[in-house]
Nanobody, 123 residues
């Protein structure tokens, strides 16, 4: 089994930055992603990165502000969040899929999930 452990969430003022980390117990997957869910809203795609190559994708709402990256040696995925807005407030979840097939923005394509970390952006 694969376990994902998230960290790095917290409270930040609008315009500030946070860096989220997602450490995996092992890497038997090819695609990792970040999703988020705000109160009363559906879980939405944020960003994706592959491991065998370095394909990267972002939701339009975070493009230009967020940066996804990985560290192969540490089996860790990061999400650097800059220029944060109150609209970014949500629980952020790390996810992993064994194969890079299907739509990367579809949460149903991901088998493994982290516990979530709260990001709160104050105005």
């Amino acid at each position: 089994q694969v376990q994902l452990v998230e960290s790095g969430g917290g409270l930040v003022q609008a315009g500030g930055s946070l860096r989220l980390s997602c450490a995996a117990s092992q890497r038997t997957f090819n695609r990792s992603a970040w999703f988020r869910q705000a109160p009363g809203k559906e879980r939405e795609f944020v960003s994706m990165i592959t491991w065998n190559t370095e394909q990267i994708a972002y939701a339009d709402s975070v493009k230009g502000r967020f940066t996804i990256s990985r560290d192969n040696a540490k089996n860790t995925v990061y999400l650097q969040m800059n220029s944060l807005k109150p609209e970014d407030t949500a629980v952020y979840y790390c996810a992993a899929a064994r194969l890079s097939i299907g739509s990367y923005s579809d949460s149903r394509r991901y088998t493994y999930w982290g516990q979530g970390t709260q990001v709160t952006v104050s105005s």
